[in-house]
T-cell receptor
Framework: QKEVEQDPGPLSVPEGAIVSLNCTYS??????FMWYRQYSRKGPELLMY????GNKEDGRFTAQVDKSSKYISLFIRDSQPSDSATYLC???????????????FGKGTLLTVNP | NAGVTQTPKFQVLKTGQSMTLQCAQD?????MYWYRQDPGMGLRLIYY???????DKGEVPNGYNVSRLNKREFSLRLESAAPSQTSVYFC????????????FGPGTRLTVL
């Protein structure tokens, strides 16, 4: 079993739709959870970061973490064509033999928002 | 403040040739990373350097070597390129704590014929 599982999609939605992106993980040591956005032919950039169970909101984006179920989600409200990108979840553990230096990524979900 | 820069942006090699990918960051970060990204495989860690003077293997280190030249620079070397190393390579850096953001460079697209 992979440490982090993410449905690669692709996901295609109309403009204005609510988008839900999800990842599951198996390593209970993961404490920090991130969502990166990657536009075509660009490097990933951090979109959201959280380290506690519950919801974190930033504009149209909400990150949700459920540590008991080992499940994280990213919700995009009122999706726009400019949100079309690949979304990667990423996680890291507390410092344990240097493991806090490393991120473990999901494979990414390709999202297209159609005008 | 350029962030993370990578050179070259594109490269085509023949099987057996060698090359070095360069990465530099100007954010005074302690940790630096090399990833490869392939379709359907996501980002996979090749090597990382938690701090100046240290390097460690990641998930897919075979066929690669790295050098942390100083705090700013972290290079990735392919000694004898193989077609399986055709990929997009990303360098990243972060300050060092688990909560710090990892910043990525723009990537190098490498094709090995």
């Amino acid at each position: 079993q992979k440490e982090v599982e993410q449905d690669p999609g692709p996901l295609s939605v109309p403009e204005g739709a609510i988008v839900s992106l999800n990842c599951t993980y198996s390593n209970s040591a993961f404490q920090y959870f991130m969502w990166y956005r990657q536009y075509s032919r660009k490097g990933p950039e951090l979109l959201m970061y959280t380290y506690s169970s519950g919801n974190k909101e930033d504009g149209r984006f909400t990150a949700q973490v459920d540590k008991s179920s080992k499940y994280i989600s990213l919700f995009i409200r009122d999706s726009q064509p400019s949100d079309s990108a690949t979304y990667l979840c990423a996680m890291s553990a507390e410092n344990s033999g240097g493991s806090n230096y490393k991120l473990t990524f999901g494979k990414g979900t390709l999202l297209t928002v159609n005008p | 403040n350029a962030g993370v820069t990578q050179t070259p942006k594109f490269q085509v090699l023949k099987t057996g040739q060698s090359m070095t990918l360069q990465c530099a960051q100007d954010m005074n970060h302690n940790s630096m990373y090399w990833y490869r990204q392939d379709p359907g495989m996501g980002l996979r860690l090749i090597y990382y350097s938690a701090s100046e003077g240290t390097t460690d293997k990641g998930e897919v280190p075979n066929g690669y070597n790295v050098s942390r030249l100083n705090k700013r620079e972290f290079s990735l070397r392919l000694e004898s390129a193989a077609p399986s190393q055709t990929s997009v390579y990303f360098c990243a850096s972060k300050a060092g704590r688990a909560t710090d953001t990892q910043y990525f460079g723009p990537g190098t697209r490498l094709t090995v014929l």
